[in-house]
Every structure is written in structure tokens, then in C-alpha cells.
T-cell receptor, first 113, second 110 residues
Framework: NAGVTQTPKFQVLKTGQSMTLQCAQD?????MSWYRQDPGMGLRLIHYSVGAGITDQGEVPNGYNVSRSTTEDFPLRLLSAAPSQTSVYFC????????????FGSGTRLTVV | QQQVKQSPQSLIVQKGGIPIINCAYENTAFDYFPWYQQFPGKGPALLIAIRPDVSEKKEGRFTISFNKSAKQFSLHIMDSQPGDSATYFCAGAPGEKLTFGTGTRLTIIP
């Protein structure tokens, strides 16, 4: 099915561990973003990309790295997991945000213990 | 900082009523204002969007009202149904950076 695919769906990490959340889209979208969703705080932008090789920071980038080597993939790396990074992470893509909005994946629920 | 303020945090409405969710923004560079609907366990999905050059947009039972001078916009759901029970997010964007409100959990009771 066309869309945004996120893996894994669930993950438990120990404090200090690192991991990569995968995101892939097959719609040839230029724009991709990572958001985290926490109760009462809505969706907050972590990092975004306007095309392969181009990334920039969002509102809450600390503790996360991204790269965009292809149009399709936009992985999010947690460098040293902390309990404050317990959240639901959403990847999203768009061909033109200000005319079509973002298409979101189904999310990765991450727990850091 | 909270660039998009959304209220109420939760809302309970009887079937057939008209829930109204309000948002206010600060950044005058915002030129696109979408609303997203999210069901439990799913990612948000685009519901309806408006640009600041129009004051109202309707799509089916969903209407956005926009007041540029007050920097406010709202979502109205006509003839609400139990299937509309979800969390709703407003957002604003200058270009590709979408900033979301904190969300409204809407419950429609039969």
C-alpha cells in the first residue's frame, strides 16, 4: 500500500541505548518530518527535510539525529536514550505542505526505562 | 513556545450537536491552516485546511472559520456523529514547517 511506513511499531529501550526509527515513503514526496506526540503537548516537530541531502532542526531536536540520503527514507536516530524520550513518534511526508498537508505514518511507540 | 494555542482540551457533545474547537496563532508568517483528525492508535489525517485569504471553508459537515485580524480560526462540525469522536489538532505553517496545537479530545455521545 502506498503511504508512509514506520518501523518498529513498538520498542522498549534501556537508558543510554541507541536506536534508529525507520521511515519510508513511496509517494516521491520531497518533504519529510519527524514529530513526537506527548499527552497534553500535541505534536512537536523534531527534524524535517525538504529534499534528499537537506535537513533542519525543528522545535525539539536535542538527542536526535537525522539524515536523508534518498527521497524515500528518513531515519531518526536516538543517540543515547533517556526516559524523557518516551513518546509516540510520527513520521510524515508531503509533496507540498502548504497545499496538501502531510501524510502521517502509523507511529512508533517508544518506551525508555 | 506555543505558537498555536488550541481550546478546549476536551469536549463532550450530544449527537447532532455542533462542537466548536478554537485556535489562535502568533506567527503572522503562517499562510496555511490545516486541521487533522486522529483516532486512537493511528496517525493524524488531514481533515480540512484554509488559507488566510478566505474567511470560511466548508467540506461536508466540517467548516473552518478564519479571522485574520484576530489571528484566530475554528473548526465546526455540523450534525456531529459518534464516529466523529477523535482527537482534533489545528496547525499553522509558514512553508514546510507545520506547528500543531495541543489537541482537543472530542466525544460525541449518542
Amino acid at each position: 500500500n502506498a503511504g508512509v511506513t514506520q518501523t518498529p511499531k513498538f520498542q522498549v529501550l534501556k537508558t543510554g541505548q541507541s536506536m534508529t526509527l525507520q521511515c519510508a515513503q513511496d509517494m516521491n514526496h520531497e518533504y519529510m518530518s519527524w514529530y513526537r506526540q506527548d499527552p497534553g503537548m500535541g505534536l512537536r516537530l523534531i527534524h524535517y527535510s525538504v529534499g534528499a541531502g537537506i535537513t533542519d532542526q525543528g522545535e525539539v531536536p536535542n538527542g536526535y539525529n537525522v539524515s536523508r540520503s534518498t527521497t524515500e527514507d528518513f531515519p531518526l536516530r536516538l543517540l543515547s536514550a533517556a526516559p524523557s524520550q518516551t513518546s509516540v513518534y510520527f513520521c510524515a511526508s508531503s509533496s507540498a505542505v502548504s497545499s496538501g498537508g502531510y501524510t502521517f505514518g502509523s507511529g512508533t511507540r517508544l518506551t525508555v526505562v | 513556545q506555543q505558537q498555536v494555542k488550541q481550546s478546549p482540551q476536551s469536549l463532550i457533545v450530544q449527537k447532532g450537536g455542533i462542537p466548536i474547537i478554537n485556535c489562535a496563532y502568533e506567527n503572522t508568517a503562517f499562510d496555511y491552516f490545516p486541521w487533522y483528525q486522529q483516532f486512537p492508535g493511528k496517525g493524524p489525517a488531514l481533515l480540512i485546511a484554509i488559507r488566510p485569504d478566505v474567511s470560511e471553508k466548508k467540506e461536508g459537515r466540517f467548516t473552518i472559520s478564519f479571522n485574520k485580524s484576530a489571528k484566530q480560526f475554528s473548526l465546526h462540525i455540523m450534525d456531529s456523529q459518534p464516529g466523529d469522536s477523535a482527537t482534533y489538532f489545528c496547525a499553522g505553517a509558514p512553508g514546510e514547517k507545520l506547528t500543531f496545537g495541543t489537541g482537543t479530545r472530542l466525544t460525541i455521545i449518542p
